[in-house]
């Protein structure tokens, strides 16, 4: 509403093919009125035309964003986003590259609306983390850029000091893949030398100001502009402008793009290197031939020059001040005057300056470069220097001004020229419309043949004296005639009188007004040359940054071929743009500075007049009004708009043309507002265009929305067809499952029921046959009964009475016969030790076996017994007595058993000691032992040597071997011994006996119960009588004082060897045993 509004406002009308009249005046009241209401944009058809309004405006909002985003072209007001979306979307959807040139002079806002422009198309296309980063480096590629490209100049603070394309690639979505930067022409003069009020390039200011103290000792730097002969000494901090923040976003936009810190480092030490060459002072002096020489006038700066790029200051010096000269198959070193070092110096930093700038934007390029092989599509955006007329104006100023007269030449060629030619082409009936062509400007300056660039290089490669003089008297001569050629030497012969044209100046008439050029240092810029010492010397360096700016120093690769020249290179490389500007559909961006003063909303009228004019915008308007406002060739029409008739859509079978007539017949528009073409259908006015659009785009809504309906029913019914084929298998699965379960157990079940059955039967069989079994062994028992029942009564008259007595005495005997002859085979060994006698094999034989089973023993026992020999039975009888003398009475016969009973334990035949006791022993010996007697007086014991023959019991010294007692077996009264495991006894003796004076023995031995044994069998054979013996803890015994009472007391005092006899009293003794 507003847009339309905007347009049929006739005081400020939008686009000017609108306006009525149309003359320069209303065209200029229109723009002026538009600026104060600060519509800054203004149309021509689809060229846009920006008006700068020095101010910020809230026009670049995000709301606008999103107001523009795929808006209709004419149905908003005019703005630079409209541009940018019908560009961006002509090539998203259209698939049709595009550019966008925004052209203007110095100061008209070129660099903000190319930012503008892409700042618009990065915030519309999707997002993402890979295409945010795309976006994010090609926008940071600005600050960095700009830092290093841009100056403050008189007619803007930030002015491009470069021309710069940069194309921006798509893919088939619209998304940012990357881009190229191309640059042209720095204008590297400014390194070295400005205007009073400009500055140098941005990124010293930057440097020194936002530069930390650690970095600039790095760079050997001091932070005071004023210290740089380089740099504006007057004025180094521009008003509103903060160096210090600036310099910090283009080191974080380095950053983003992908920079590493060594290279951030590499590139601020190689523009230290420029900035601090401007301080290389040079003093001259005279030679001793007279010939003139410098020398460096302050070593420090030099020396710290070459710290930082790691060089022998010599080498520097040496390159500074002097230069080698190859004269035929010499080298001469030629010294150099203060004058020729200084400009050795500049040009030195002006070329390490804009190769460093070239190595900038190959960085640039190739962070955000593309991979190869993705189809792309491509927007580029030209900001290139706008037209610069100066007061005094040089090479540089002659190089931008062609290239702008190209790029003139290719709106004239694209809006005007080509538009006119195309409705001839297609048969359009047409009222050519004048308008100035400058294909004559461009081609005076860059012919190949004959063009002012062919001359200046013709002159620069001439050998023999080369100055601007004999340059500009071959242009006088070649262009004498030329009507856009004009210099002092032509004025006269056409006797013109300019004295604002110098002799030293020729002028051109261009496109966008008359400039005046001094041919002053045009060969020298041309030839752009640097000395070879120098670059040699700076190959020589180590830095690797500053040594790669300077290939040709190579002393490997030295070269005699001139490098082409700078007009040469510009020409090719603007060449190089203009074909590619020719492929791709241009959008105009044409600038325009209201005021010289960069004042905020002021509209200088004849400032504005002079660009409307030289930009040839009434021409635009003109041609536009004239002519229609879009065509497209009948194909592209058709397939873009045959959604929109019934009977183009979906095919149309017959030829395009006739398609698009039936299409727009249908659609019914005026007559007036079509026109057919050959091959392209025209439409006059926007709005007939506008209306299309809109159409197609409700129309398209519609398709969609049937595609979508289409695809969705299409997605449903084969998720649908595929969930019912799932859904089947499944229960065809579930179902088999179950199915094979059910199966499972009612077969388990069956074999379940079945095994009962069958156990059942069987059972049920098994007890009929039993009892059947039964049956027949009752039926044949009481059959075999019956039978010997009748039998026997049929035989009994046959039997005698006892026949049966008999048989079964028989029987028995067949038994005891055959037990008694498998007893005869089976007798167990003869051993007396073992037991083992066969069982009864009847019961009735049982009493029989056990019986003959004592029997047998007893045999074995004898016929053992006959067996052992003599000494063998004696012992065994000993034993045997032994054991019915102590067995179960006293506990130390068990110990006993395993005792030899050896008898003789003294030897007494061996030892000769004993000869004495062996003689009274004689053969009657029947034991000799060692004992202890008893003291009867205090119960202490004494050993003694036993001797027992066959009639005598011998007590004998130990010491002497001479018997001390001697006495008759017959003496012996009685024996006593205790019950205990103890070796005491008391040898009771007859009052009678002679030996018995002192009373009875109390005697220890080792072998007690052998020792009494003996005694009693040796009394036995000699008397027939019995030992008595005692077994008792309590006995009295006789002393030669009287009767004594001994008690036998358990005791753990008695000691080991024996009893201990403790005295109590004179009649009682105690003895204490185990
Ligand atoms: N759309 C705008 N809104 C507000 N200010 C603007 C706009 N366009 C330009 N300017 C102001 O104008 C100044 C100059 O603009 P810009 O640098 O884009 O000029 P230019 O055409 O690129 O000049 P040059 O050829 O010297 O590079 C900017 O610094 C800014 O202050
Ligand atoms: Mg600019």
């Not at 110095?106 to 945010?132: I, N, P, Q």
């Not at 923040?245 to 601020?268: C, Y």
């Not at 001839?424 to 004959?450: A, H, M, Y």
């Amino acid at each position: 509403m507003e847009a339309t509004n905007s347009l049929l406002d006739t005081a400020a009308i939008g686009d000017l093919v609108l306006l009525d009249p149309l003359t320069e005046d209303s065209l200029l009241r229109t723009l002026r009125e538009r600026f104060r209401r600060e519509d800054i944009y203004t149309y021509i058809g689809n060229v846009l035309i920006s008006v700068n309004p020095y101010q910020p405006l809230p026009i670049y909002t995000p709301e606008k964003v999103q107001e523009y985003h795929n808006c209709n072209f004419f149905a908003v007001k005019p703005h630079i986003y409209a541009i940018a979306d019908d560009a961006y979307r002509s090539l998203r959807d259209q698939d049709r590259d595009q550019c966008i040139l925004i052209t203007g002079e110095s100061g008209a806002g070129k660099t903000e609306a190319s930012k503008l422009v892409m700042s618009y198309v990065a915030a519309v296309c999707s997002k993402g983390e890979e295409v945010d980063k795309v976006k994010e480096q090609l926008l940071q590629s600005n600050p960095v850029l700009e830092a290093f490209g841009n100056a403050k100049t008189i007619r803007n603070d930030n002015s491009s000091r470069f021309g710069k394309y940069m194309d921006v690639e798509f893919d088939f979505k619209g998304e940012p893949l990357g881009g190229v930067i191309s640059n042209y022409l720095l204008e590297k003069s400014r390194i070295v030398r400005h205007v009073k009020g400009e500055r140098n390039f941005h990124i010293f200011y930057q440097l020194l100001a936002g530069g930390s103290v650690h970095l600039l000792q790095q760079l050997k730097l001091q932070q005071d502009c004023q210290h740089y002969v380089y740099l504006n000494r007057e004025s180094c901090s521009l008003p509103g402008v903060d160096d210090a923040a600036n310099f910090h976003t283009m080191q974080d936009a380095m950053r983003i793009i992908g920079f590493s810190p060594a290279e951030v480092t590499a590139l601020l030490e190689v523009t230290a290197v420029v900035l601090k060459l401007g301080n290389v002072q040079l003093s001259s002096s005279y030679q001793a031939s007279g010939m003139e020489a410098c020398s460096i006038a302050e070593p420090q700066e030099l020396q710290e020059i070459c710290e930082l790029i790691g060089l022998d200051p010599g080498t520097l010096e040496q390159a500074l001040c002097s230069r080698t000269v190859k004269a035929r198959d010499e080298t001469v070193l030629t010294t150099l005057s203060a004058p020729q070092g200084y400009y050795g110096r500049d040009a030195l930093a002006k070329n390490i300056y804009s190769r460093l700038f070239d190595w900038l934007v190959t960085r640039i390029n190739t962070s955000i470069q593309v991979k190869p092989g993705k189809q792309r599509k491509v927007m580029g955006v030209l900001d290139i220097y706008g037209f610069e007329i100066f007061q005094d104006n040089g090479f540089e100023q002659f190089i931008i001004n062609y290239c702008n007269e190209k790029l003139q030449q290719i709106f004239i060629l694209m809006t005007l020229k080509e538009e006119q030619e195309e409705y001839v082409r297609e048969g359009i009936q047409w009222t050519p419309v004048e308008f100035f062509d400058n294909s004559i400007i461009c081609n005076l300056i860059e012919n190949g043949k004959n063009g002012i660039l062919a001359m200046l290089d013709e002159e620069c490669l001439r050998p023999g004296v080369v100055n601007e003089d004999t340059f500009l008297t071959k242009l006088n001569l070649l262009f004498a005639s030329h009507k856009h050629y004009e210099s002092k030497e032509t004025q006269n012969a056409r006797h013109v009188m300019d004295s604002s044209l110098l002799p030293q100046c020729f002028r051109i008439h261009h496109y966008a007004g008359k400039v005046t050029y001094n041919v002053t240092g045009f060969i020298e810029k041309n030839n752009d040359l640097l000395f070879r010492d120098l670059s040699q010397a700076m190959w020589a360096a180590r830095h690797p940054l500053l040594r790669s700016l300077f290939p040709e120093g190579d002393p490997q690769k030295v070269s005699l071929k001139l490098p082409p020249t700078a007009g040469f290179q510009f020409k090719a490389s603007v060449a190089m743009l203009m074909k590619n500007l020719y492929s791709k559909n241009p959008n105009y961006i044409r600038c325009i500075k209201p005021n010289e003063t960069k004042a905020a909303m002021l509209f200088t009228p004849e400032l504005v007049l002079a660009q409307v004019r030289y930009l040839g915008l009434m021409e635009n308007v003109r041609v536009r009004r004239a002519g229609y406002a879009f065509r497209q060739l009948y194909g592209s029409f058709l397939e873009r708009y045959k959604m929109l008739g019934s009977q183009t859509w979906p095919r149309w079978t017959g030829s395009d043309r006739a398609g698009a007539e039936a299409l727009l017949a249908e659609l019914a528009f005026p007559p007036e507002e079509l026109a057919f073409g050959h091959t392209k259908i025209f439409i006059r006015s926007p709005h007939t265009l506008f209306d299309l659009e809109r159409r197609r785009q409700e129309r398209v809504v519609q398709l969609a929305t049937l595609i979508q309906k289409m695809i969705r029913g299409w997605r449903c019914r084969t998720q649908y067809q595929l969930m019912r084929k799932s859904q089947i298998i499944l229960s065809a699965w579930f179902r088999g499952h179950a199915q094979k379960n059910k199966y499972k157990q009612m077969k388990r079940s069956a074999l379940m029921i079945q095994a009962y059955v069958r156990g059942w039967k069987s059972r049920r069989l098994l007890r009929e046959l039993k009892l059947q079994q039964h049956r027949h062994a009752a039926a044949a028992t009481i059959a075999a009964y019956w039978k010997g029942y009748q039998v026997r009564r049929v035989y009994r008259r046959y039997f005698r009475s006892d026949a049966s007595t008999r048989l079964a005495n028989f029987i028995y005997r067949r038994l005891v016969q055959k037990f008694l002859m498998g007893l005869s085979r089976n007798l167990p060994p003869l051993s007396v030790m073992d037991r083992t006698w066969p069982p009864a094999s009847y019961k009735f034989l049982a009493n029989a076996n056990e019986e003959l089973r004592n029997i047998f023993y007893h045999w074995k026992c004898k016929k053992y017994r006959e067996e052992l020999p003599p000494q063998r039975k004696a012992l065994l009888q000993t034993k045997l007595c032994a054991s019915e003398l102590f067995k179960d009475k006293k506990t130390l016969y068990p110990k006993s058993l395993q005792q030899p009973f050896r008898g003789e334990y003294l030897g007494l035949t061996q030892n000769p000691k004993y000869q004495k006791l062996h003689a009274v022993a004689k053969d009657k010996l029947v034991m000799a032992d060692n004992v202890r007697k008893v003291n009867r007086a205090n119960g202490k014991t004494v050993p003694r040597l036993l001797l027992l023959t066959t009639e005598h019991f011998v007590l004998a010294d130990p010491k002497a071997a001479q018997p001390k007692t001697v006495l008759s077996l017959g003496d012996i009264r009685s024996v006593s011994v205790t019950r205990f495991s103890d070796g005491f006894l008391v040898l009771h003796l007859k009052e009678t006996s002679t030996g018995a004076a002192k009373g009875d023995f109390l005697l220890v031995s080792d072998h007690l119960i052998e020792l009494v044994t003996r005694l009693h069998q040796t009394l036995m054979d000699a008397t027939a009588q019995a030992l008595p013996l005692h077994i008792t803890d309590q006995f009295s015994t006789r002393f030669q004082k009287g009767d004594v009472a001994i008690t036998v007391v358990e005791s753990d005092k008695a000691g080991t060897n024996g009893p201990v006899c403790k005295k109590r009293g004179n009649h009682r003794m105690e003895v204490l045993v185990h």
